[in-house]
Antibody, heavy 120, light 106 residues
């Protein structure tokens, strides 16, 4: 069964770029949509965006100007970059597979998540 | 932007039925998904396309969606059901999550 694992720095300085990767194991990244979702400590879930294995993307309008999601099919990985981070970007970042069925798409499975703290 | 509203908390006695609502404008015209999240763990899909259960999710967990409200129902609630629950829907190709509901099994 497919498993996802996030990786990257746990601490990022304000104004710098947050960079994370998600490695997919137990299955191919090809043929599917993949997504990033974050959760500030003690708060709810916020969708960041998704990418198709071919490279097409869609982002949350509230984050679109600062977010880039990319895919590397040779490594079975996809990645997230968030520029100009502030303390408000401190969160647990999850990667997940987006199951697409026309309408009513859903996220399953999810990675374990990685806490990223923005602090000097 | 589209919003989904959930009650902050719901309490239920063991063995009773818990209902968690999710409200949004014409939500019944969209599909709702539900996720269960226990402390320190990632969310787990429990309902998709309003009423469907992934494999491994017990039959006592069910969903419905009509009008402006989607509802997650847990029958015969057990201590293991104590968790945060999030609804989610799509609007204009943007995924929206509700604020989450903490289910307490007293």
């Amino acid at each position: 069964q497919v498993q996802l694992q996030e990786s990257g720095p746990g601490l990022v300085k304000p104004s710098e770029t947050l960079s994370l990767s998600c490695t997919v194991s137990g299955g191919s990244i090809s043929g599917y949509y993949w997504s990033w979702i974050r959760q500030p400590p003690g708060k709810g879930l916020e969708w960041i965006g998704y990418i198709y294995y071919s490279g097409s993307t869609n982002y949350n309008p509230s984050l679109k100007s600062r977010v880039t999601i990319s895919v590397d099919t040779s490594k079975n990985q996809f990645s997230l970059k968030v520029t100009s981070v502030t303390a408000a970007d401190t969160a647990v970042y999850y990667c997940a597979r987006l199951q697409v069925a026309g309408i009513g798409n859903w996220f399953d499975p999810w990675g374990q998540g990685i806490l990223v703290t923005v602090s000097s | 932007s589209y919003e989904l509203a959930q009650p902050h908390s719901v309490s239920v006695s063991p063995g009773q039925t818990a209902s968690i609502t999710c409200s949004g404008d014409k939500l019944g015209d969209k599909y709702a998904s539900w996720y269960q999240q226990k402390p320190g763990q990632p969310p787990v899909l429990v309902i998709y396309q309003d009423i469907k259960r992934p494999s491994g999710i017990p039959e006592r967990i069910s969903g419905s969606n009509s009008g402006n409200t989607a509802t997650l129902t847990i029958s015969g609630t057990q201590a293991m059901d104590e968790a945060d629950y999030y609804c989610q829907a799509w609007d204009s190709d943007t995924a929206v999550f509700g604020g989450g509901t903490k289910l307490t099994v007293l």
